[in-house]
Every structure is written in structure tokens, then in C-alpha cells.
């Protein structure tokens, strides 16, 4: 991965398509004591201003904040190539570390326990960079990644690496969960051969992983999706969906998809107790899910009773801060 460094802009120019946006960013820009210029309807911000612009945008409701967008000017004029909103230029200003810490991802593993015996079943690779002292971790790098137009680069690198660093430490009969995001695979067969040859090159035992679809927004393409797991199949890898319950991961996508593997999201599970009115729907979902032959993991176990009552209700795995938190090399053997 070779992250595209854009550099500082000379200037940003921030436009919208409503009249009235316009209007409100040139009253901010004042009350805020900006430096600024004007180039017809278009407010041109000078870099001694950069910093402050994110003050400003508390001023404006979510659905302004969509309509501003800036475009840098770097030399002689603005780079059209270049616009986007300006929440996500402000992101890219902030990161400017992220060119060099994407070259100095380590990974965290985390246990997955069988829950009938205790056994460690797998464990899930958990992204991070060390930058000048600081522990970057997956959130802060993904949001980096894709201010910097890198989204698709750094899920292909990150997904590499974690088979290149993490599968050679993997105790044996274990399986490695790698986390994907399917929004920046455009194509399953071209995007995802350097995914492969990374495991061609450990000797990576395809049936041991698992390939975990990370997503926060709701993926609009399931047809695409389905042709990304079967790719991934086709390789002899499993398949996993995270964050059922919660999110955009709804049971659609379990009868659509047919994953290996489904994860509970952790906010069904963090607190549950006996007399919980989540203890039905966290039972439905795993009855339904075992009805299509799909495995379940209940993320977020805390407590010794969080772990007794998940366990009672059939989930078949476990992950979670009681059952064994990130750490630099894979567990082998019994949580217990």
C-alpha cells in the first residue's frame, strides 16, 4: 500500500448548492473571525483558518453539513478532482500522520471461545499502528483511511497483513477472523488475489479462516455481497456477518447470504440478565440462525453471568473482555 500524500492545501474553497447555506457559512466565517476570501459565490478559506473551521461546522444542523463542500487549491487554482465535503477535508487535515502509520500496522488478537467446553475456537485480528508514542487503533485508522481516499487500499493492506503477521502465531486447529469491508471491493476476483496470495505466501490453510464482514452503513448490492462470500468459499475460507441486532446487519442478510457464522452485537449482550426483556430476542435470533445451519458468536461477554445465561440460551462461541481481551499473541488451549 502506497498512501497518496495530498499535501496542505493552499487554500479550501467551500461552496453549496442552497442559497441559504451559503449565507449561514458567511455569517460563521465572520462570527468566527476567519480569515477568508471571495471568488463569486464561492468563500475561499486561508490555512491560518484551517484549525478553526472545525468549530464552525457546530453551527450547522446534519442536513447543512451535507450540503458543504470544499475544494483545495494547491498552486495556481482549485483541484476539481479533489472536492468533497468538508467534514471529510477537515478529517484528512487532522491525519496527517496516516501515510506513515499505515505502514506500521501491528495487530491485536482477541480469543473466540467454544462456549459447551471453554476451547479456544479461533481468534479475531484487531488492527493498530504505533505513530510518534501513540496506540492508533482500527476506528481511528479506518475513519483516517477514508478522509485520505485510501478506504479500499488500507482494507486490501490491513487484510494482508493480518494473515501475514497473524496466521504463522496461530496454535494449531485454530481458526484466524479477518475483518473486511465489502463497500470497497468493486470486484470480488480482481480485488480480492492479493488477499489470496498473501495466504498462498504463509501457507495459510484456507479452511482456517474465517472472513468477517464489517460494515456500518447498509450494503446496498447484496447480490455483490453474495458474490464476495462465495469467492471468499470458493478458496475453501468461511464466512462471517458481524453485528447482528444492531446496526444495518438484519436477518434479510442471513437468509440471503448464508453465512458460516453470525455475531450477536454486543449491545444484546453487555448487561443481559435473567429477567431481561432482550432474553427473548437474543434466543429468537439464535434459533433462527441455527435453523440455517449458521453458527453463532455472542460478542461483548463481560460477567461471569452475562457468560452463564448467552451460554444457556445455545450461543455456540463467545467473545468479550471476561473471556480474554486483545493481546499480542494468540491463546492457546482453555480460557477456563
Known amino acids: ?38 471568488h463569486g459565490q464561492t468563500l475561499v478559506v486561508l490555512p491560518e483558518s484551517f484549525a478553526d473551521l472545525n468549530t464552525l461546522l457546530d453551527s450547522f444542523s446534519v442536513s447543512e453539513r451535507h450540503e458543504l463542500l470544499a475544494t483545495p487549491w494547491q498552486g495556481g487554482g482549485p483541484d476539481p478532482w479533489q472536492i468533497a465535503p468538508l467534514e471529510q477535508w477537515l478529517r484528512r487535515l487532522n491525519t496527517p500522520w496516516f501515510a506513515g502509520a499505515a505502514q506500521q500496522i501491528h495487530f491485536m488478537v482477541q480469543p473466540i471461545v467454544r462456549l459447551h467446553n471453554m476451547q479456544v475456537h479461533g481468534h479475531e485480528a484487531l488492527v493498530h499502528a504505533r505513530w510518534e508514542g501513540e496506540q492508533l487503533g482500527a476506528d481511528t485508522l479506518l475513519l483516517a483511511a477514508a478522509a485520505h481516499g485510501q478506504a479500499r487500499a488500507f482494507d486490501a493492506h490491513a487484510r494482508r497483513h493480518a494473515i501475514m503477521q497473524v496466521y504463522p502465531t496461530l496454535p494449531p486447529g485454530q481458526r484466524l477472523f479477518i475483518n473486511f469491508s465489502p463497500s470497497v471491493v468493486y470486484n470480488p476476483d480482481i480485488c480480492l488475489q492479493t488477499t489470496f496470495e498473501a495466504c498462498r505466501q504463509v501457507g495459510a490453510d484456507f479452511s482456517r479462516l474465517v472472513f468477517e464482514v464489517t460494515e456500518s452503513e447498509a450494503f446496498p448490492d447484496l447480490a455483490l ?76 461477554i463481560e460477567t461471569p453471568g452475562e457468560l452463564a445465561l448467552i451460554t444457556a440460551l445455545g450461543s455456540d462461541y463467545g467473545q468479550g473482555y471476561y473471556l480474554g481481551r486483545p493481546a499480542a499473541q494468540p491463546v492457546l488451549g482453555s480460557v477456563a
Open 1 to 38: 500500500m502506497s498512501p497518496t500524500d495530498l499535501g496542505q492545501p493552499d487554500r479550501l474553497a467551500l461552496h453549496s448548492a442552497s442559497a441559504h447555506v451559503r449565507r449561514k457559512l458567511w455569517l460563521a466565517l465572520e462570527a468566527h473571525h476567519l480569515t477568508y476570501q471571495t
Open 225 to 300: 455481497l453474495r458474490r464476495i462470500l462465495e469467492r471468499y468459499r470458493a478458496e475453501g475460507a468461511r464466512v462471517a456477518l458481524d453485528d447482528l441486532g444492531a446496526g444495518h446487519t438484519s436477518l434479510a442478510y442471513l437468509s440471503e447470504l448464508q453465512p458460516d457464522v453470525v455475531k450477536l452485537d454486543r449491545a444484546l449482550v453487555q448487561g443481559l440478565h435473567a429477567d431481561d426483556p432482550r432474553v427473548p430476542l437474543v434466543q429468537a435470533l439464535i434459533t433462527y440462525a441455527h435453523a440455517l445451519g449458521i453458527e453463532v458468536v455472542a460478542e461483548g
